[in-house]
């Protein structure tokens, strides 16, 4: 086993304190799969095939939507909209600025289960990654989200196996990347309906792709990380950059950690973050360097089970977390004015803070550098 090199950074991010969160009913088995902010509150997906709405900050409940038939598999945010799609094949839009209703303002069904989605960045093209169907085939679709009847292009060729993540270009519409459990990322250019023209590169990452995106500058580079728990970094043209293995090896570095949440990458300061989390609930953020990982902090308290999913606003200094235990958690870096209601539970950052300064000090200081080709 080789060391991953970790140290401690703590001043990279403002510290995020727990200040509410919320309470499952009792005897209640329904946990979270997501939770993102939209324009109405807080939007988290649950077990129990639902959308549940929160408010910002308060998480007092403003309401659920109830369409889908089977598992939510993912929600996306746009400007008053929010986006759902499911294993029941369908990809819904739902207009925020409408009373919460069984009715999405849009909806692009398919035959097989829907497994993830993405918009592009001018809102003209709507991408799916499908699981594998009879036919052994793993489609991607395109659809034009002015002409909901029929996609304007499908790709089955590039992938073997599930279609398990779909990103967007952050900057060029026309530009996406999909990744599969056949371990394939591949970069498309959507302008050119033929698969074979459209698909640019391809990398192997030789491990099930359970998370990826674009990070860098200009969206150059591109993070992929496994079911295994593996985390890799690839140039947009396919050259690998830098392969982490299984994070979970973190451990040996005083960083225990059960399984990867996600990335974020801060466009303001130029970095990639990885989230990942303990069976307990913790949640760890670290700043992921050209080789070597920096700890930055811990969140705590805020669950009880496996986080799910893990959304930040750096810039507002928020961030939301939904897990297994049933629980919704918003976590700031200053004091919410606004009193929680009955229904939520307030946190005092004090006990949190000290439990996260213990679990900070276990970590080694080793040397690292920060990720920065660009």
Known sequence: MTRIPVSQAPALLPKFNLHVRTNPQPGSDTYVYDAINTDIGIAASTSDVCVKFFELSTLQSKGQLKYHKDQITEIKARSNSLLSASKDGQIAIWDLRQALSATPALTFKTKDPVLSFDM???DTMLVSGLALDKNCCAKINLWDPRTVAQPIAVFENSHSEDVSQIRCH??????FL???????L???????TD????LLYVANTEASISGCGYFGPSAQYIYAHSDMETLQLWTNEATQLADFGDVRDLAESGVPI??????KYDSQKESLYLAAGTNEGDIHLLHVGAGSFEHVQALQSGHSGVVRGLNWDLGQGWAVSGAEDGRVSWWATTVPAQPPSP??????PTASSQKDKSASSRASNGNSR???PY
């Open 195 to 198: 698969e074979d023209e459209a």
């Open 258 to 263: 059960d399984y990867i949440i996600g990335c």
């Open 370 to 372: 920060r990720f920065a």
């Open 186 to 192: 591949c970069t498309f250019d959507a302008s050119q």
């Open 343 to 348: 229904l939520v539970q307030a946190v005092s």
């Open 120 to 122: 592009s960045i001018d």
């Open 170 to 175: 952050p900057s060029i519409s026309h530009q």
């Open 178 to 184: 999909s990744g599969s459990s056949d371990g394939l």
